[in-house]
């Protein structure tokens, strides 16, 4: 049975990797535009959120999901 604990920690790895993956095709300079566009601050914002969640949950304890 998989613990909200469990959950919190796999949500929280997906949002760093997003942000990650962000950051590291910015840096890689794939595309055509350079900087931050709109839609890398969304990805951001949505791994920030993941990240946020993730905490919550993993402050919940072992209780089940």
Do not use: C, N, S, Y
């Amino acid at each position: 049975m998989i613990t909200k604990r469990q959950l919190g920690i796999f949500v929280t790895a997906l949002g760093v990797l997003a942000i990650v993956g962000i950051v590291a095709v910015d840096l890689i300079g794939a595309g055509e535009w350079g900087g931050f566009g709109p839609l890398q601050r969304i990805g951001v914002g949505l791994g920030l959120l993941a990240i946020l969640v993730g905490w919550v949950l993993i402050r919940l304890g072992d209780r089940p999901a």
